[in-house]
């Protein structure tokens, strides 16, 4: 009986946890790198949901029979892709222009971004919330002894944990990946190197807003879909990754574990005030070690 | 190291101060003190610790080990602003005043925090007080004659020259009436006459006003025409402290820093205004 | 900011937080008051409506702009001083039974303490990046405490709350009655402004414009930095709560949106828009963006978008906000041989 209550806590502050890293993970990367942090990284995570959303509803019908796992996983790409695109856009019209700017306008910046995202999310999809059914194979769930394990948990979770893997790859044993590892450390040294900072610059933001437009694909039928998720997703990723961190995915990623983990075993043991833990310790991590858990004293 | 260490009356007493930056050890067991009234020149080649050393005289860092006092008080953890606000004065290597503050603003921002030092509700006392708004402009009224800025006394500070800036820092500082002030390199950037001219006023201020300093300083003749005692660091360790005549004779000093030191014997009487040294 | 201009016209810049002298700016008021009170005479009951939270919504800009353009301060949190001061007005006089009075200056009271427990732990980190996150965080612990308290009305909030009769020593005015309640937003909201624009030009204010300048020539002139940002921060919640107490009374009702993030950036907004480096130019930010919500309150998320579109050119191309432009264009208008102000 108790296994089972465990096991359930386990995978519930998991999925919650791999959740909120696959939509942190754009935004410490965009922070490691160009050191702005992407307030409307939420904003484009809930374009990218919705258009993963507009895309399923297209293509079901079309193709007829129940949504296919392949159908989820390819609205999630081409959420991805759209979600880069914008990101590139955005780089182009707005990051660039906010290279020069103090710290609290680039934040007034991006906060007005995510005005922009979800105001244009309202026009052209409107106010109701939409709940989205996973395909069938990922609904319903697995039976482990008296655990009850839903299917749609799982694939988050592994979801979460193949990104972050992709992730710590791509950024430590490719070339391409350490380069952006390196101007994030030292962007004047990149220069003198010959490096084309403001390329890397320019992809960085691309990887970034395409996993924002990932996770916004992948997470779709785990929560209502409202212009309200925006909000909702951002305040948690940057609780993560100051927890964990900024700049660092790791951090992010085990960052995103230990909350999930203190903010379920703080709803179980405090069920009236959700979200009462893991503000609590946010607040507590950025007064005791406020570089995080694996973040560098600047 | 001279006998005169552990003499009693210093008026600021650094006792071996140990400070490293991680792993780095800047300063090694650094004790040094500055009488009353006293000009102390801290010299040394670069990166032997002297702007570290700055640093955790002033507050702006803390040392790891060792004690700094001021009139015999352990002021160690105290931090910047509470210095300033025991007697400490401060002078930056390139001005800092408030540049989109006015002149006047500056000089009166300055001349209101030497009247918050009796403490926070003494200071909002004395901005209701009609008696002591009138002395801060009276006071802030001298100090643009003093410093020749009253016609420029309603410019943007950050438009001054940089010799105009210079004098209004130091205006701001000695403003807070400062028992010991510190200059980071003053004549830095300064032409040979311009050396000349804040040596001189350097001189003047400490006269009048009797205050010790503590400065650092890489211009010899800075150095010589001002100190009263000179200290020299090298890689982190004070290796010799005492008076000019001394430091000069000292062999260990001139195979580390004054290496090529002048044939002619100079003075160690300060130099005349307008000396034709270059 | 903009980038620093050549040395001619940054000498005739307005030096300091605004151009003006005390008496000016209070005149100015005056008059602002003056044109307030016509208001019930000339617009019709929605719009008079909209008038009183604009004189409450412009006070909740300049108490942010004193933490902001003043002192260098960017919380993005206000919005839970300004609940918190609603929210306590309305307990105070709804459910304890306490003059209007007496519960407008207990809620600021309660805003104030707010401000000084989240000030100590948000300031610790000099860091601007962790306090406005921190304060984010903040407020949106206040809106989630709010949303679950059932004394608090939890979503519904508290409603039904009346309009004052407020008992002055030899008379009683019935603050019910149409709207009467607009004139005391009027004269309330004045005295506040004049209180802000007198903190403006005390040492105090001074010193919060030097340590935005320069935080370590201050801290070396013996101003305590730390302290200096908590007690801004203090006075602004204060305000902020005080402001938000009229809400109770105005619109008769109280909900956690008052808590809401995105309450928290109207401040803001209003700020940016109208010139942060200028006293009026919350208010006349307050004025301009409430004329844009009203204007596109029918069609949903244009007001998002206009908002997000605007505040993001002011960012980019208009920094100094419409007064900034103004005072530009004011300026190049006038021969280069005048002097500094």
Redesign the interface.
């Known amino acids: 009986m108790l296994l089972a209550d465990i096991a359930t806590l386990l995978v519930n502050s998991l999925t919650w946890a791999m959740a909120t890293f696959l939509v942190a993970a754009g935004l410490t990367l965009v922070f490691g790198t160009l050191h702005i942090l992407n307030f409307s990284h939420g904003g484009f995570f809930m374009i990218g949901a919705y258009a993963a959303y507009s895309l399923g509803n297209w293509l079901t019908p079309l193709l007829g029979g129940p949504p296919s796992v392949v159908l989820y996983l390819f609205g999630s790409l081409v959420a991805g892709v759209v979600v880069a695109l914008l990101g590139l856009l955005v780089d182009r019209l707005v990051l660039r222009r906010l290279s020069g700017v103090e710290d609290a306008y680039v934040l007034i910046a991006t906060y007005a971004l995510l005005l922009v995202c979800e105001g244009a999310t309202k026009l052209v999809w409107g106010l109701k919330y939409q709940s989205v059914m996973p395909p069938p194979a990922l609904d319903g769930a697995l039976l482990l002894g008296d655990a009850v394990l839903p299917r749609l948990s799982l694939f988050i979770i592994a979801a979460g944990v193949l990104c972050f893997v992709g992730l710590e790859v791509f950024l430590n044993r490719t070339r391409p990946g350490r380069l952006v590892k390196a101007i994030a450390a030292d962007p004047w040294m990149a220069r003198l190197m010959g490096v084309n900072v403001r390329r890397v610059y320019t992809a960085t933001v691309a990887i970034g807003f395409a996993l924002a437009g990932l996770a916004g694909g992948l997470l779709l039928a785990n929560q209502t879909l409202s212009p309200s998720l925006a909000s909702a997703f951002v305040i948690q990723a940057f609780g993560v990754i100051i927890v964990g961190g900024m700049g660092s995915i790791s951090g992010a990623f085990f960052g995103a574990i230990l909350l999930g983990l203190i903010d379920a075993v703080g709803q179980w043991l405090l069920p009236g005030l959700p979200g009462l833990p893991f503000f609590l310790a946010m607040t507590a991590i950025l007064l005791l070690r406020p570089e995080g858990l694996m973040g560098r004293r600047t | 190291m001279s006998a005169a260490m552990n003499h009693p009356t210093w008026l600021l007493d650094a006792q071996r101060l140990d400070k490293a930056y991680g792993r780095i050890a800047v300063l090694h067991g650094v004790s040094l003190g500055i009488a009353a009234e006293e000009a102390h020149v801290v010299i040394g080649p670069n990166g032997a610790g002297k702007t570290t050393l700055f640093k955790v005289l002033t507050g702006e860092l803390r040392a790891d080990r060792g004690q700094v006092r001021f009139r015999d008080q352990d002021i160690s953890h105290l931090s910047a602003h509470q210095r300033v606000q025991r007697g400490f004065g401060r002078t930056f290597q390139v001005a800092k005043v408030f540049p989109r503050l006015s002149v006047q603003d500056n000089l009166r921002i300055a001349l209101e925090a030497r009247q918050r030092r009796g403490g926070l509700w003494a200071g909002v006392l004395a901005g209701l007080s009609a008696t002591a708004v009138r002395a801060v402009a009276e006071a802030g009224e001298q100090l643009l004659i003093d410093t020749g800025l009253q016609r420029q006394r309603r410019l943007a500070a950050g438009t001054l020259a940089y010799g105009d800036r210079k004098r209004l820092e130091l205006a701001m500082v000695l403003a807070l009436e400062p028992q010991v002030l510190f200059l980071d390199e003053p004549t830095a950037g300064m032409s040979a006459a311009e050396r000349q001219a804040t040596v001189q006023l350097l001189k003047t201020v400490q006269r009048q006003r009797r205050l010790a300093m503590l400065l650092t300083e890489h211009d010899m003749d800075v150095v010589f025409g001002l100190a009263d005692r000179i200290s020299v660091l090298h890689h982190g360790r004070l290796i010799a402290s005492d008076t000019p005549q001394a430091i000069r004779a000292d062999a260990r000093v001139q195979e580390v820093y004054l290496g090529d030191a002048p044939a002619e014997p100079c003075a160690d009487k300060p130099r005349a205004a307008g000396g034709a040294h270059a | ?1 903009s ?2 201009s050549g ?1 001619a016209a ?2 005739s ?1 307005p ?2 937080f605004f151009g003006g002298s005390l008496r000016r700016d209070l005149a100015i008021l005056l008059a602002v008051m003056a044109l307030g009170a016509l208001v019930p005479a000339l617009l019709n009951r929605g719009l008079i409506f909209i008038a009183g939270m604009v004189w409450i919504n412009a006070v909740f800009g300049l108490a942010f702009n004193l933490l ?1 353009g003043l002192g ?1 301060v ?1 919380s ?1 949190g206000q919005a839970m001083f300004f609940a918190a001061g609603a929210y306590a007005a309305a307990v105070f006089s709804q459910q304890f039974g306490l003059p209007f009075a007496l519960a407008w200056g207990l809620a600021g009271v309660v805003g104030g303490l707010l401000a000084g427990a989240v000030g100590a ?1 948000a300031l ?2 000099n ?4 306090f ?3 304060t ?3 407020a ?2 206040v809106h ?2 709010i949303s ?1 308290t059932a004394l608090l009305g939890r979503n519904d909030g508290l409603a039904g709350l009346a309009r004052p009769v407020l008992s002055l020593p030899g008379l009683s005015l019935d603050l019910r009655e149409g709207d009467r309640f607009y004139y005391l937003i009027v004269l309330a909201c004045g005295g506040l402004i004049a209180l802000l624009r007198w903190t403006v030009g ?3 204010g ?2 919060l ?2 340590l935005k ?2 935080p ?2 201050a ?7 730390r ?1 200096h940002r908590w007690a801004g921060f203090v006075i602004a919640g204060t305000l902020t709560a005080l402001a938000g107490a009229l809400v109770a009374p105005w619109a008769q009702i109280v909900t956690p949106e008052l808590a809401h ?2 309450n928290s ?1 109207n401040p ?1 907004l209003y700020t ?1 828009l109208g010139g942060s480096a200028y006293f009026w130019g919350p208010v006349l930010g307050a004025v301009l963006l409430s004329a844009v919500f009203y204007i596109t309150r029918t069609l ?13 050119s002011v ?2 191309a208009l ?1 100094g906000g419409v007064l900034g432009m103004l005072d530009r264009w004011l300026r190049r208008g006038r021969s280069a041989q005048d002097g ?2």
């Open positions: 900011m980038a620093p040395t940054a000498a810049a030096l300091g902001f260098g960017l993005f732990v610790r980190r860091e601007g990046v962790y406005a996150i921190l984010l965080a903040f949106e612990l989630l405490l679950n005390t040492p105090f001074r010193a414009q030097a300048q320069d370590e020539r801290e070396f002139l013996g101003i305590p930095v302290l993030w995105s950036t803001i940016l949903v998320g244009v007001s998002d978008l206009v908002t997000g579109l605007l505040l993001l960012v980019l920094p500094p102000r």
